[in-house]
């Protein structure tokens, strides 16, 4: 007799819809959201073709969750990362292909004013004192006269995180604002916040004695040091034949007392030995900030 369940199964596998497939996934709720099957803009003009088939290829073949507000942000951000700082997503339309789809497959439609497209003046800092503004600005990878790219601000926001990091300054915060000019010119002005400068606080190291013994002569960061933020994955890195296998960085923990500026550091040799040691913990401020705009967000002043 004929087989006729293989054939059955084969059909059902190839009928599975593509437009299941994200190219990238930003949904929250995975059983639920859009696709972005199609992308089209009107009411820009200055921009060229090409360079708006690239801000639409941005979103193509993603999936989001499907909240109008969201989408609209994030389409001015991809106007953002060419320079188009001012620019407005007047309205944004979503027309589905397959309503009952997970995801649901949509047509985007928006009607964008894209404004100028700004190249930086300059870069300015305010209430830096660790640093001074020309080492600050080499942090940034814009120069001056070059369009003005969302990415690379953030990533110039990140620079300044790790090289304060660095120094001991953990509780360091950029706050970014923009100011445009009637050129096409934008100066970003940066305020910082650099916290307390912490030090180096006690080393403890658990597990068997002579292998701690032998760690704690290669730890070369004493008690008072400035600490910096980066040493424990050197460390790690330059002793790698002293440590038991399997260690990870997992088992090495830092505790940070913002009250006395003081970090602690504990490496784990022997994981069984943490229960007889004093449980250390994070001891904040008593004002903790509220919002850390490290992650690229910009005020605006015009």
């Known amino acids: 007799m004929p087989p006729i369940a293989r054939p059955l199964v084969l059909i059902f596998c190839l009928s599975i819809p593509l437009h299941g497939q994200c190219a990238k996934d930003n949904r929250s709720n995975k059983n639920a959201g859009i696709r972005i099957s199609d992308f089209s803009i009107t009411g820009t003009k200055t921009i ?3 360079e708006l088939d690239r801000i639409t290829s941005d979103l193509i073949g993603s999936c989001f969750d499907e909240y109008s507000e969201e989408m609209q942000e994030r389409v001015r951000v991809s106007f953002q990362q060419r320079g188009y700082f ?8 979503f027309k589905a292909s397959d309503p009952l789809g997970i995801p649901k497959p949509v047509t985007l439609e928006g009607e964008v004013s894209e404004g100028p497209q700004y190249r930086l003046a300059d870069v300015n800092f305010l209430n830096n ?3 001074t503004a020309e080492e600050l600005r080499h942090s ?5 006269d070059e369009l003005v790219e969302r990415d690379k601000v953030a990533s110039g926001l990140q620079s300044l995180r790790k090289i304060y990091a660095a120094r001991g300054f953990l509780d360091m915060v950029s706050i970014p604002n923009t100011e445009f000019a009637s050129n096409a010119s934008m100066s970003l002005n940066i305020s910082i916040e650099e916290g307390p400068q912490y030090h180096m606080g006690k080393l403890e190291i658990l597990g068997p004695r002579e292998a701690a013994a032998r760690l704690r002569t290669e730890w070369k960061l004493a008690e008072g040091d400035v600490y910096d933020n980066t040493y424990i994955n050197q460390f790690l890195d330059a002793s790698r034949d002293l440590l038991p296998s399997g260690f990870s ?3 090495a923990e830092s505790f940070r007392n913002c009250p006395e500026a003081l970090i602690e550091v504990r490496l784990i040799l022997a994981p069984e030995e943490k229960a ?3 449980q250390l913990k994070n001891v904040p401020c ?3 900030r509220k919002s850390d705009n490290q992650d690229g967000a910009f005020g605006t002043n015009k």
């Open 48 to 50: 060229s073709a090409p």
């Open 86 to 93: 001012s620019a407005e997503v007047k309205s944004l339309r």
């Open 129 to 131: 004192h660790a640093f």
């Open 140 to 144: 940034f990878p814009i120069k001056k």
């Open 249 to 251: 960085r997992m088992n």
């Open 276 to 278: 007889d040691h004093s």
């Open 286 to 288: 008593e004002e903790l």
